[in-house]
T-cell receptor
Framework: AQSVTQPDIHITVSEGASLELRCNYS??????LFWYVQSPGQGLQLLLK??????LVQGIKGFEAEFKRSQSSFNLRKPSVHWSDAAEYFC???????????FGQGTTLQVKP | KAGVTQTPRYLIKTRGQQVTLSCSPI?????VSWYQQTPGQGLQFLFE???????NKGNFPGRFSGRQFSNSRSEMNVSTLELGDSALYLC?????????????FGPGTRLTVL
C-alpha cells in the first residue's frame, strides 16, 4: 500500500538558520507529491507540488523541494527560517487512481529566536 | 477567488447525536474531498465527490456519509456520534492539472464529542 514517511516528528531550528524537512514516499513510477503547511487551528495551505519535469520545485514563502527518485524522497528546504514559519508541515502523495492524498504524519517545526 | 469555506468552524455535540458539516469549494472546482485529522491517526481520507457522485471512499464506518449538490457544495454527516469522532474535519476542493488533482483545503470544522 502507498505510504508517506516523515522521519522527523519535531524539529527545532534557530531563526535565520536553514531548514530541511524529510519526506519519503513508497510507491509510484510517477509520483504526485505535495507539501502543505498547517498553522495551529487552521487548514492546510499548499506550499508546492511536483508532478514531473524539473526535480527542484519552488513554492510559496521561500520554500523549495527536491524530488530524488533514486532515494524516493521529496525533501522540503528553506535557506533562512523566519519565526512565522513555525507550524506543522505535511508531505503528501496523490494516488493517481483515486486522486486522494496520502499524508505523512507531519513534522512540527519550532523556531528559536 | 475565494477559498474553500467550511461551516460551522466549531461544534460541540454529545454521544449518540448526529452532525452535518458543510463545505463550499473554490468556484469552478467540481471535486470535493473530506479528511479527518486527529492527533493519533493523523490525516485520513474520508471520501471524495465529483459531479454529485461519490467517486472514492476511505476506510470509515457507514456512520460517515456525504453528498454533493449541483453547485458543487458538499455536506458530510456523522450519525450516532462517538467520542472518537472528535477531530478536525477538513474539506478540500480540487483542480485537475498535470495528471492529478491538486487539493486546496478549507480551514476545517473542529468537532468535539462529549
Amino acid at each position: 500500500a502507498q505510504s508517506v514517511t516523515q522521519p522527523d516528528i519535531h524539529i527545532t531550528v534557530s531563526e535565520g538558520a536553514s531548514l530541511e524537512l524529510r519526506c519519503n514516499y513508497s510507491y509510484g513510477a510517477t509520483p504526485y507529491l505535495f507539501w502543505y503547511v498547517q498553522s495551529p487551528g487552521q487548514g492546510l495551505q499548499l506550499l508546492l507540488k511536483y508532478f514531473s519535469g524539473d526535480t527542484l520545485v519552488q513554492g510559496i514563502k521561500g520554500f523549495e523541494a527536491e524530488f530524488k527518485r533514486s532515494q524516493s524522497s521529496f525533501n522540503l528546504r528553506k535557506p533562512s527560517v523566519h519565526w512565522s514559519d513555525a507550524a506543522e508541515y505535511f508531505c503528501g502523495q496523490g494516488d493517481s487512481n483515486t486522486g486522494k492524498l496520502i499524508f505523512g504524519q507531519g513534522t512540527t517545526l519550532q523556531v528559536k529566536p | 477567488k475565494a477559498g474553500v469555506t467550511q461551516t460551522p468552524r466549531y461544534l460541540i455535540k454529545t454521544r449518540g447525536q448526529q452532525v452535518t458539516l458543510s463545505c463550499s469549494p473554490i468556484s469552478g472546482h467540481r471535486s470535493v474531498s473530506w479528511y479527518q485529522q486527529t492527533p493519533g491517526q493523523g490525516l485520513q481520507f474520508l471520501f471524495e465527490y465529483f459531479s454529485e457522485t461519490q467517486r472514492n471512499k476511505g476506510n470509515f464506518p457507514g456512520r460517515f456519509s456525504g453528498r454533493q449538490f449541483s453547485n458543487s457544495r458538499s455536506e458530510m454527516n456523522v450519525s450516532t456520534l462517538e467520542l472518537g469522532d472528535s477531530a478536525l474535519y477538513l474539506c478540500a476542493s480540487s483542480l485537475f492539472e498535470g495528471g492529478t488533482d491538486t487539493q486546496y483545503f478549507g480551514p476545517g470544522t473542529r468537532l468535539t464529542v462529549l
